[in-house]
């Protein structure tokens, strides 16, 4: 069974730090495009930042503004997402999410995670 789970996220303080992790079973990560996404209430979902393949390239929204870093964990099958300096405006549900294209694209990625919350308050 295919299957993408998300964890690592919860409450925190603005200007706290969290690490998202992506696990996958079924699949190997290493095989696929790994993208953060996030999704605010009433708002579209929309990428937060992408690794490709062999990890070698990966991009960021402008709005991260260099404050989170995307990695690979081979050995775990997982990808990370470190996010410091976080404000209340990066209060969404953080999804993870794997597909064969390096792209920005919601419909581009195949497999997908349930989510976790990540909430920030001031």
């Known amino acids: 069974q295919v299957q993408v789970v998300e964890s690592g996220g919860g409450l925190v303080q603005s200007g706290a730090s969290l690490r998202l992790s992506c696990a996958a079973s079924g699949f190997t990560l290493d095989r696929f495009v790994i993208g953060w996404f996030r999704q605010a209430p009433g708002k579209e979902r929309e990428m937060v930042s992408r690794?490709?393949?062999?990890?070698?390239?990966?991009h960021y929204a402008d709005w991260v503004k260099g404050r989170f870093t995307i990695s690979r964990d081979s050995a775990k099958n997982a990808v990370y997402l470190q996010m410091n300096s976080l404000s209340p405006e990066d209060t969404a549900v953080y999804y993870c999410a794997a597909g064969p294209y390096y792209s920005d694209y919601v419909a581009l990625y195949d497999y997908w995670g349930q989510g976790t919350q990540v909430t920030v308050s001031s």
């Open positions: 690794i490709s393949i062999s990890g070698s390239s990966t």
